[in-house]
């Protein structure tokens, strides 16, 4: 019989059917509404007072409002709204946030959300019951099987619907005895110690086609390109993310800085590359499945041979073409599999370390 795992939280993201978009519209202008509101209240509260309101206090001045004739959100979304405004402003010490502009046409329109507590869903015969409406989903997921908690519905760059929902789930163990190191780069996003890539370079394949669609002022099919490239990224982060985890009862990856390089000339190669996503995959993915998961030092892991130790590896900029390497203990090494091999070294002595203090 197979052992479960303690259960984790986990974020299901579903798609809303898109004949109710009208509907999440209007709640979400309201719900820009409220926090606009609690926005001006908190800041004349700070100017004139110098107090800074809790979550609780906005809550007290926004009683009420769910009452009023057409409003349709319901008292624990302008709650959670006032907790939520509290809580980002706590967060970026700031005394007045950014306003939530609602006018579609607008540069600064605000993408819908609508959040919701655990009280005000409820999921029977396929639909979703909110706010006295009955929500159709492309429910992949089969949400009768979950406990649903707090979540929100969010809406896209395509004006398309999203039912976010918080979920306990049980992992299952993993099968899977290996040990595997994982190098992150630009050109190959991902090169497993194995041998295995994933290439990290999809938005740079699509980009032509996107600043084609820009020049003749097709935002539409610019958003649904983007859009594109953003789920192939996703799709394939998450395929490959799940192998390594069932294959494997130990998982290293470097420790490279995309916040680091995001501020360099790289930056568009960095998120195309999409390291953070990925090592948030399997970070959680390792923690259902009860396997380890750690970020190692990746320092000199490159010039590193990983058969002799000698650093003999291509060095600078200048190295940066040399894909292949020949150390002089006679081993050749394709660079990414080399440093990856040194990431998973690292890793195993780490353990090896810790298990022995």
Known sequence: MTEKIAGMVKTLKIRVKDKHAAFLGQMAREVNTAWNFVNELSQRAIREKRQFMTGYDL???????????????????IETVC????????????????????????????????????????????????????????DSYG??????????????????WYFNVAVTVQGEPSAGTAAVGLDLGLKTAVTASTGQRIEGRLFRE??????????AGK????????????????????????????????????DVSGA??????????????????????????????GIVFSVV???????????????AGPKGRAGLNKRMWECECGAVHDR??????????????SLEAGAAA
């Open 336 to 349: 990414d599999v080399n440093a990856a091999l040194n990431i998973r070294a690292r890793g195993l002595a």
């Open 83 to 138: 907790m939520e405004y509290a809580g980002r402003r706590r967060q970026f010490k700031k005394q007045r946030l950014n306003w939530r502009v609602s006018n579609p046409s607008s540069p600064k329109h605000s993408l819908g959300w609508v959040p919701f507590k655990a009280r005000q869903i409820t999921y029977r015969g396929g639909q979703l019951t909110f706010a006295g409406q009955k929500i159709s989903l492309w």
């Open 297 to 311: 030092n990746e320092a000199y892991t490159t010039q590193t041979c990983n058969v002799c130790g000698v650093i």
């Open 260 to 289: 680091k390089l995001i501020k360099t000339k790289m930056a568009k190669s960095v998120q195309d590359a999409g390291w953070s996503a990925f090592k948030t995959m399997l970070e959680y993915k390792s923690h259902q499945a």
């Open 143 to 160: 949400l009768a099987d979950y406990k649903m908690r707090a979540g929100s519905f969010t809406q896209d760059s395509r004006g398309r």
């Open 59 to 77: 809550q007290k001045y926004t009683n009420g409002y769910c009452t009023c004739e057409g409003v349709l959100v319901g008292s624990g979304t």
């Open 219 to 254: 935002k539409r099919q610019a958003r649904t390109l983007n859009a594109k490239v953003k789920n192939q990224r996703k799709d394939l982060l998450h395929k490959f993310s799940t192998q390594l985890v069932r294959e494997n009862a130990a998982i290293f990856v470097g």
């Open 206 to 215: 699509a980009e032509a086609g996107l600043a084609k669609a820009l020049r």
